[in-house]
């Protein structure tokens, strides 16, 4: 299908983009990658008037190290973080989240602020970012603001970003000594996944001292389940004490059934997602069921 007759604009710089998202009486979208609005327009699900094509923006691309952070701009493509040293060695948890994400043509495309803004229940990044305790920064007519991811994601496919702001870096802490793992469920390779599991953990002297477990595709918004974080800080990183933990999660979902799985089907596989990830982050033996 072809998309409804639309206007393209495609500014050079951040300010000029600014300009264009302010203006309240044009019913305007962004273009990042197109790997998700493209599909919408041709479907007919979106209907814009105005197509602001930001990939002329030079701001909203490049990555960066601080301290403390690795700095992705919005408009970086999928496959240039993945092949970005500072994101192999700062957070190497989103090397492992978009290897997951659809196919290499996807990434070359696709963008990394574009599949958070997005925010698809099912997609790999929003799931990484809430895991690692990310954040995005929003820039709008009156300045810039951080939006952490735990307020980013409001249900699916909103998130609390204002129609007049532009997503411009998303913001990744770099936790040194984290043991990291991602996995996912999927019907064919490269499909959207079913569900979606992250682990972050750090060890000290055989025991948890920080965990992070966030899932996708069980909710309308990427999950923390802070009941399971909270217990794996009860112990080490045993088989035992990690499937007790697999277990925790699965008692805090409620999954709705859809066409593609029921509920109990997703809570029962993010069960053995989170336990397979724990086991590969912190390279243990798992039990055997
Ligand atoms: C066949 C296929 C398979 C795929 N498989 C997966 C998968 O397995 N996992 C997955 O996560 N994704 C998957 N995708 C989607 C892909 O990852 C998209 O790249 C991503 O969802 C959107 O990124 P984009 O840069 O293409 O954004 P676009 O499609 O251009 O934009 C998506 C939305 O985000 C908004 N937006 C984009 N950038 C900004 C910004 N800087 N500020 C504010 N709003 C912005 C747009 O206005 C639009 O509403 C798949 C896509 C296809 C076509």
């Given at each position: 299908?072809?998309?409804?007759?639309?206007?393209?604009v495609?500014?050079?710089?951040?300010?000029e983009?600014i300009?264009?998202?302010?203006?309240?009486?044009?019913?305007?979208?962004?273009?990042?990658?197109?790997?998700?609005?493209?599909?919408?327009m041709?479907f007919?699900?979106?209907?814009?008037?105005?197509?602001?094509?930001?990939?002329?923006v030079?701001?909203?691309?490049?990555?960066?190290?601080?301290?403390?952070q690795?700095?992705?701009?919005?408009?970086?493509?999928?496959?240039?973080?993945?092949s970005?040293?500072?994101?192999?060695?700062?957070?190497?948890?989103?090397?492992?989240?978009?290897?997951?994400?659809?196919?290499?043509?996807?990434?070359?495309?696709?963008?990394?602020?574009?599949?958070?803004?997005?925010?698809?229940?099912?997609?790999?990044?929003?799931?990484?970012?809430?895991?690692?305790?990310?954040?995005?920064?929003?820039?709008?007519?009156?300045?810039?603001?951080?939006?952490?991811?735990?307020?980013?994601?409001?249900?699916?496919f909103?998130?609390?970003?204002?129609?007049?702001?532009?997503?411009?870096?998303?913001?990744?802490?770099?936790?040194?000594?984290?043991?990291?793992?991602?996995?996912?469920?999927?019907?064919?390779?490269?499909?959207?996944?079913?569900?979606?599991?992250?682990?972050s953990?750090?060890?000290?002297?055989?025991?948890?001292?920080?965990?992070?477990?966030?899932?996708?595709?069980?909710?309308?918004?990427?999950?923390?389940?802070?009941?399971?974080?909270?217990?794996?800080?009860?112990?080490?990183?045993?088989?035992?004490?990690?499937?007790?933990?697999a277990?925790?999660?699965?008692?805090?979902?409620?999954?709705?059934?859809?066409?593609?799985?029921?509920?109990?089907?997703?809570?029962?596989?993010?069960?053995?997602?989170?336990?397979?990830?724990f086991?590969?982050?912190?390279?243990?033996?798992?039990?055997?069921?």
């Amino acid at each position: 299908m072809k998309p409804p007759r639309f206007r393209y604009v495609r500014p050079e710089t951040l300010d000029e983009l600014i300009e264009l998202r302010a203006n309240e009486e044009v019913d305007s979208v962004i273009l990042a990658g197109g790997q998700s609005l493209i599909p919408m327009m041709n479907f007919r699900l979106a209907r814009p008037e105005l197509v602001i094509d930001i990939g002329g923006v030079e701001e909203l691309r490049g990555i960066r190290r601080t301290e403390g952070q690795v700095i992705i701009g919005a408009g970086t493509r999928q496959s240039v973080a993945m092949s970005s040293p500072d994101v192999v060695d700062g957070a190497p948890l989103i090397i492992e989240a978009l290897r997951h994400v659809g196919h290499v043509a996807i990434r070359n495309r696709g963008t990394v602020g574009g599949s958070i803004a997005h925010a698809d229940p099912a997609a790999e990044l929003p799931v990484a970012l809430l895991a690692l305790d990310g954040s995005v920064v929003a820039q709008g007519r009156s300045g810039r603001r951080t939006i952490p991811a735990t307020e980013l994601f409001e249900t699916a496919f909103m998130t609390s970003l204002r129609p007049s702001e532009v997503l411009v870096e998303v913001n990744l802490p770099v936790r040194r000594a984290a043991r990291v793992a991602f996995g996912e469920i999927t019907r064919r390779q490269g499909d959207f996944a079913l569900v979606v599991a992250a682990v972050s953990a750090t060890v000290d002297d055989g025991r948890f001292t920080d965990v992070r477990i966030a899932l996708g595709g069980v909710s309308d918004v990427p999950t923390r389940c802070i009941a399971a974080e909270e217990a794996a800080l009860e112990g080490g990183p045993t088989a035992a004490h990690i499937r007790e933990v697999a277990h925790l999660v699965a008692d805090d979902l409620d999954p709705r059934d859809d066409f593609h799985a029921t509920g109990n089907y997703r809570k029962k596989v993010a069960a053995v997602l989170v336990e397979r990830a724990f086991v590969e982050a912190c390279d243990v033996l798992a039990e055997v069921a």
